[in-house]
């Protein structure tokens, strides 16, 4: 099992850049593609990026292609996303979660952190 801990949100102006964190618990963190999706309120939660387990492929919404960048610390149980050049539309809650499979599917993910917020302003 692993339990999926997210933090580095909050309240940027548009262009501006964040950087999220997503701790992980378990031994087994390293065997895991992780991935990052967001939800706007009223919105469906979306694929954002995933990365796998050994860091070596990504994959990139088209929405956030060359705007965002994931990448992970096996060492440390630790995946990121770095939030460059923001818009007021990437507003949302963002969750970071596991899966076996490298997957941009929700439905493949076993495992998913409580998310953080993640707002921009015009």
């Known amino acids: 099992q692993v339990q999926l801990v997210e933090s580095g949100g909050g309240l940027v102006q548009a262009g501006g850049s964040l950087r999220l964190s997503c701790a992980a618990s378990?031994?087994?963190?390293?065997?895991?593609?992780m991935g990052w999706f967001r939800q706007a309120p009223g919105k469906e939660r979306d694929f954002v990026a995933r990365i796998t387990s050994t860091g070596g492929t990504t994959n990139y919404a088209d929405s956030v292609k060359g705007r965002f960048t994931i990448s992970r610390d096996n060492a440390k149980n630790t995946v990121y996303l770095q939030l460059n050049s923001l818009k007021p539309e990437d507003t949302a809650v963002y969750y970071c979660a596991a899966s076996r499979l490298f997957s941009s599917s929700r439905a493949n993910y076993n495992y998913w952190g409580q998310g953080t917020q993640v707002t921009v302003s015009s």
């Open positions: 378990g031994r087994t963190f390293n065997i895991y593609t």
